[in-house]
């Protein structure tokens, strides 16, 4: 069974950056590439918001403008491991960052929690001013 764990939250000021990862195992009938994978945000009171995702062949897309240019998503399928480097944090971006993953080929261009078929259990990114 796939499973996702992610690690790298914690708290920082606000203009610090993070690096999340997300360590995948369990790949045992569709290899890691062929999964799209993505990282989606929560904070208490709202659902889950998709924030960046990257196919197999490492194209990305970023749902939210205010993450463009500041945050990168990336993989390393070798490693089974999904990233998301957070540069010049704002407060806004606290939340509890999941890691997901869909088996069904190639990602939505918006993707939504309900496309997903795996989920870590988050890692808590605080950014305080």
């Known amino acids: 069974q796939v499973q996702l764990v992610e690690s790298g939250g914690g708290s920082v000021q606000a203009g610090g950056s993070l690096r999340l990862s997300c360590v995948g195992s369990g790949f045992t009938y569709i290899a890691y590439g062929r999964y799209c994978m993505a990282w989606f945000r929560q904070v208490p009171g709202k659902g889950r918001e998709g924030v960046a995702h990257i196919e197999g062949d490492g194209t990305t897309r970023y749902q939210v403008d205010s993450v463009k240019g500041r945050f990168t998503i990336s993989r390393d399928n070798a490693k089974n491991t999904l990233y998301l480097r957070m540069n010049t944090l704002k407060p806004e971006a606290t939340a509890k960052y999941y890691c997901?993953?869909?088996?069904?080929?190639?990602?939505?261009?918006?993707?939504?929690?309900?496309?997903?078929?795996?989920w870590g259990k988050g890692t808590l990114v605080t950014i305080s001013s």
């Open positions: 997901a993953a869909r088996a069904s080929g190639n990602c939505p261009d918006v993707i939504r929690d309900y496309d997903m078929d795996y």
